[in-house]
C-alpha cells in the first residue's frame, strides 16, 4: 500500500475492533457499512477512481467505527449532521467521476448530483427505520432527526459539486 495515511487507518479500525466487539457495536447496521465501506479503496482502483478519494472512504469508516461508535461522539450533538454532510460530499465526487467523460450542460450537473445525493441520503434513512424496526436499535430519533439528516446530505453534496464542478470546468493555462 503506497499511501501511509490509509495504512494507518486501516490499522486504526482493525485495532479498534475489539472494542466494537466488547462495547456491543457489533449489531449497529451502520457500523456493518463503515466496514463494508473498507472495500470501496479496492473498488476505487478497478474503477480508476483517485487516490485521494479511497482515503476519504476509509477517514469516513474510520470517523463512523472509531470516532462514532468506539469513542461515542454520535452522543454529541452536531456529529451525526456531520457525517450525512460527509457522506453527501463522497456521493457527489463519486457521482462527478462516473461522469467526467459524459456531456451534461454546467446548469444540470449541480441539480443532478444533488438529487442524486438527496435519493441515497433517502435510502439510508429508509435503511435506519427497517433497522430500527426489525433490529430494536434507535438510529432515528424523530422526523426532525431525519428531516436534518437529508438537509445535511443535501449541503455536503452541494459543496461537493460545486468544488468539483469548479475542478472540471476551470479555465486552463495555456
Do not use: C
Not at 449489531?27 to 483517485?50: C, E, S
Not at 468506539?70 to 465526487?93: K, Q
Not at 468544488?163 to 486552463?172: G, S
Amino acid at each position: 500500500m503506497k499511501n501511509p495515511l490509509l495504512l494507518l487507518l486501516y490499522v486504526i479500525i482493525a485495532i479498534g475492533t475489539p472494542l466494537i466487539i466488547l462495547q456491543g457495536q457489533w449489531r449497529n447496521p451502520v457500523v456493518w457499512l463503515g466496514y463494508a465501506a473498507l472495500a470501496i479503496p479496492l473498488a476505487a482502483r478497478f474503477f480508476h477512481m483517485p487516490g485521494w478519494f479511497a482515503t476519504l472512504v476509509v477517514f469516513g469508516s474510520f470517523l463512523e467505527i472509531i470516532i462514532g461508535n468506539v469513542f461515542g461522539a454520535y452522543r454529541l450533538a452536531g456529529f451525526d449532521l456531520i457525517m450525512h454532510a460527509f457522506a453527501g460530499f463522497l456521493l457527489a465526487v463519486l457521482f462527478l467521476q462516473f461522469t467526467k467523460n459524459a456531456t451534461l450542460p454546467r446548469t444540470l450537473l449541480l441539480p443532478l448530483v444533488v438529487f442524486t445525493s438527496l435519493g441515497v441520503g433517502a435510502a439510508f434513512e429508509v435503511f435506519e427505520f427497517m433497522s430500527d424496526t426489525m433490529l430494536q436499535t434507535q438510529l432515528q430519533h424523530s422526523l426532525q432527526n431525519t428531516m436534518l439528516d437529508l438537509v445535511a446530505d443535501g449541503a455536503g453534496a452541494f459543496i461537493g459539486a460545486l468544488f468539483l464542478i469548479y475542478a472540471k470546468f476551470k479555465p486552463r493555462n495555456p
